[in-house]
């Protein structure tokens, strides 16, 4: 098979303060999550001046991808503008008959694989005679994605003689977390993927201990999300004596705005606070073994070579126009109908 560009495509975020709420609703439109918490987070963007660095940090990655593959880049997005369905119809317009995409997610299940399979169906549906769209791989086992954590991880530590490594990813609803992956493999895809790539990470960088937590829940309070949080388990690595963290947001590629608000600002606010140590490791964002990492995976696409990987684990995700990795793989958790009494 042969492929004419590259879809690179990712959650997207605003990038003035008007951008703010229309960006949030087209993230939960139809996700029921209640409007308080709507309120609470656009005002993290404004925060910001309602702008998130991702949009600028996916150009910046995707301009070191374009110096390492053959293949023209293109950029669309999930939530913001390029929005995916409008970057679809310049690939088409451009001649663009077959692509590959690489997702900005490395993990499995519904929200970090499932869904970017759902965009993909979005886009070409919105397309007359679409190009063909075969999503890559995940790759939270790749050695250079885990390399590149396990530095970050000894520079943002460097100044701690003793400290307590931290992972965190975005959290989803537990019922969405049982669901991910086939059916048949009893769920937890991207939990244990993201436990499987913080003991990669931990075991490079040496750490005796580490801990895997969830930032950034949303969703209404009565329904079961992944826990601890991070800002209560650092209370609770506090109690336990514990007196510098080192928090890796494992779960992300880029420093955008869940990482700089729930991190950078609540977590490290509150081990201040306490009086603790604290320090973030940085994502791989504009380290160039992202850049390699990416123009590996489609040279392993188009070659056939065998998968670099650290672990056991199942890696999905490469499926063709939005295919399910597997029958029913990482099907989105079962919503309450609006209004349903619990
Ligand atoms: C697993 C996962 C990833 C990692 C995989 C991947 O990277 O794709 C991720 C990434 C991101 N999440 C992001 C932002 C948001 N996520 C939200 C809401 C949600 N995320 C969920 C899951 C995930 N999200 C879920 C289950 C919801 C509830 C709504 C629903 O059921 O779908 C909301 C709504 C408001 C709220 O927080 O309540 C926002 C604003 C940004 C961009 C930040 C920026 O602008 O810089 C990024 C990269
Ligand atoms: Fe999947």
């Not at 801990?211 to 609770?236: K, M, N, T, Y």
């Not at 606070?273 to 964002?285: S, Y």
Request: hydrophobic content about 40%.
């Amino acid at each position: 098979m042969s492929y004419d560009a590259l879809l690179w495509l990712s959650f997207g975020g605003p990038e003035g303060p008007d951008d703010v709420r229309p960006f949030l609703e087209n993230v939960t439109r139809g996700r029921g999550v209640p409007p308080e918490r709507l309120d609470e987070v656009e005002q993290h963007y404004q925060h910001f001046g309602g702008v998130s660095p991702i949009n600028a940090l996916n150009r910046a990655a995707i301009d070191a991808v374009r110096g390492r593959i053959d293949l023209p880049v293109y950029f669309g997005n999930r939530n913001w503008h390029p929005m995916v369905e409008d970057t679809l119809a310049e690939m088409k317009a451009d001649g663009v008959t077959r692509a590959l995409v690489f997702p900005t997610s490395a993990y499995g299940g519904y929200s970090a694989c499932r869904q970017y399979d759902e965009d993909i169906l979005r886009a070409r549906a919105a397309v007359p005679d679409a190009p063909e769209l075969v999503k890559l791989r995940q790759f939270f086992d790749h050695p250079l994605f885990v390399e590149s954590f396990a530095d970050a991880v000894r520079a943002a530590a460097r100044d701690f003689a003793d400290y307590r490594l931290v992972f965190t990813a975005h959290s989803v609803p537990v019922s969405a977390d049982k669901a991910a992956g086939p059916p048949e493999e009893g769920g937890h895809r991207y939990s244990r993927q993201v436990a499987e790539a913080s003991r990669l990470v931990a075991d490079a960088v040496g750490a005796p201990e580490h801990d895997v937590v969830w930032q950034s829940r949303s969703g209404p309070p009565q329904v079961p999300w992944l826990e601890p949080d991070i800002v209560d388990h650092v209370e609770a690595l506090y109690d336990k004596g514990v007196r510098n963290v080192v928090v890796c947001p494992i779960g992300f590629v880029s420093d955008h705005l869940e990482v700089v608000w729930d991190l950078d600002t609540e977590a490290r606010e509150r081990a201040q606070e306490l009086g603790m140590g604290f320090a973030r490791a940085a994502t791989p964002n504009d380290d160039p073994r992202f850049a390699e990492l990416v123009a590996e995976l489609v040279a392993e696409h188009l070659t056939g070579a065998p998968q670099r990987k650290l672990s056991d684990f199942p890696v999905a995700g490469c499926t063709a126009n939005g295919a399910f990795c597997a029958p029913l793989c990482c099907e989105p958790a079962k919503r309450p109908a609006a209004g349903t009494a619990r």
